[in-house]
Nanobody, 120 residues
Framework: VQLQASGGGLVQAGGSLRLSCAASGRTFSSYFMGWFRQPPGKEREFVAWSGGSTYYADSVKGRFTVSRDNAKNTVYLQMNSLKPEDTAVYYC?????????????????WGQGTLVTVSS
């Protein structure tokens, strides 16, 4: 599985962005897809995952929405009401069955990351 993330950029606080992650391979629909982020100077952290259901980090719940289009092999992260603390490099990840879905170590495939900068 190869992943290509896009959609990052500079946005003012309160604004919105939609990230996309295009995946190669014929088994996309059976994979869990996740979003993680790495703020400047910090470790990579969980944001959201999509499988048969969805799950979000508390810090983004109610503001971010993960969705997927299996026909296009693409997963999206709609980010609304952005805050300066959302500034990070955002990564998409894929795995057939991540054991600990909120842990980056459980995910086997990663995209290259896309930078989101939220100005105050």
């Amino acid at each position: 599985v190869q992943l290509q993330a896009s959609g990052g950029g500079l946005v003012q606080a309160g604004g919105s962005l939609r990230l996309s992650c295009a995946a190669s391979g014929r088994t996309f629909s059976s994979y869990f897809m996740g979003w993680f982020r790495q703020p400047p100077g910090k470790e990579r952290e969980f944001v959201a995952w999509s499988g048969g259901s969805t799950y979000y980090a508390d810090s983004v719940k109610g503001r971010f929405t993960v969705s997927r289009d299996n026909a296009k092999n693409t997963v999206y992260l709609q980010m609304n009401s952005l805050k300066p603390e959302d500034t990070a490099v955002y990564y998409c990840a894929a795995d057939p069955n991540p054991r600990m879905r909120v842990s980056a170590h459980s995910w086997g495939y990663w995209g290259q990351g896309t930078l989101v900068t939220v100005s105050s």
